[in-house]
């Protein structure tokens, strides 16, 4: 059971727009979320995470959202830049520390 | 840079024969975490260690699969008779504790991987 989904396979933004991938979770215990970045052949790289305490992380260009009442969070990257074209996945524990679901990943082109 | 490692990179065998995976996490990392990602998928959790115990196995990793982390630093990953189906990239990851992040957290930080190729 996909306990995380990541319902767009893929997204197209223009250079210096916002880009806003989304994720949606059903595990009403989980309160610990992530976004990784991957590149083919290489392992994901963490991006940002934010714990259900919160509702919103930024980190430079980097801002997450969650919404605990619709089980929902979103990544925004504002400016996109060509480089953040990649994988980006969506991952939730029941707490920092542990066993991370991820979705199955959205694919973000970037383009000049 | 003192990332986490993982070796080999990529590793081809024949169905049927053993495989042993290495990962060596961020130093001053205590939690160490093996997945494993196919084609089209994400990471699905197998395994994970605090220190030297091994705290949580999922439901994937059969009696085939075994993992060790002898002192609580560097983790091996066995596969026993490899069949076609346990072909993947298998991925270790780290975590340490960050206590100046509200909350606490730990953050995985992951490896670039093992390819495995079982023909």
């Known amino acids: 059971d996909q306990q995380v989904k990541q319902n767009s396979p893929s997204l197209s933004v223009q250079e210096g727009r916002i880009s806003i991938l989304n994720c949606d979770y059903t595990?009403?215990?989980?309160?610990?979320f992530l976004w990784y970045k991957k590149y083919p052949a290489e392992g994901p790289t963490f991006l940002i995470s934010?714990?259900?305490?919160?509702d919103k992380n930024e980190d430079g260009r980097f801002t997450v959202f969650l919404n605990k009442s619709a089980k929902h969070l979103s990544l925004h990257i504002v400016p996109s830049q060509p480089g953040d074209s990649a994988v980006y996945f969506c991952?939730?524990?029941?707490?920092?520390?542990?066993?991370?679901?991820f979705g199955k990943g959205t694919s973000l082109l970037v383009t000049p | 840079d003192t990332g986490v490692s993982q070796d080999p990179r990529h590793k081809i065998t024949k169905r049927g024969q053993n495989v042993t995976f290495r990962c060596d996490p961020i130093?001053?990392?205590?939690?160490l975490y093996w997945y494993r990602q196919t084609l089209g998928q994400g990471p699905e959790f197998l395994t994970y260690?605090?220190?030297?115990?091994?705290?949580?196995k999922s439901r994937l990793l059969s009696d085939r699969f075994s993992a060790e982390r002898p002192k609580g630093s560097f983790s091996t990953l066995e596969i026993q008779r490899t069949e076609q189906g346990d072909s993947a990239m298998y991925l270790c990851?780290?975590?340490?504790?960050?206590?100046?992040?509200?909350?606490?957290?730990?953050?995985?930080?992951f490896g670039p991987g093992t390819r495995l190729t079982v023909t």
């Open positions: 130093s001053e990392h205590n939690r």
């Open positions: 260690f605090q220190n030297e115990a091994q705290l949580e």
């Open positions: 595990n009403s215990m989980f309160d610990y």
């Open positions: 934010i714990s259900s305490i919160k």
């Open positions: 990851a780290s975590s340490g504790y960050r206590v100046e992040v509200a909350g606490g957290l730990y953050e995985q930080y």
């Open positions: 991952a939730a524990s029941k707490d920092s520390g542990y066993a991370l679901n």
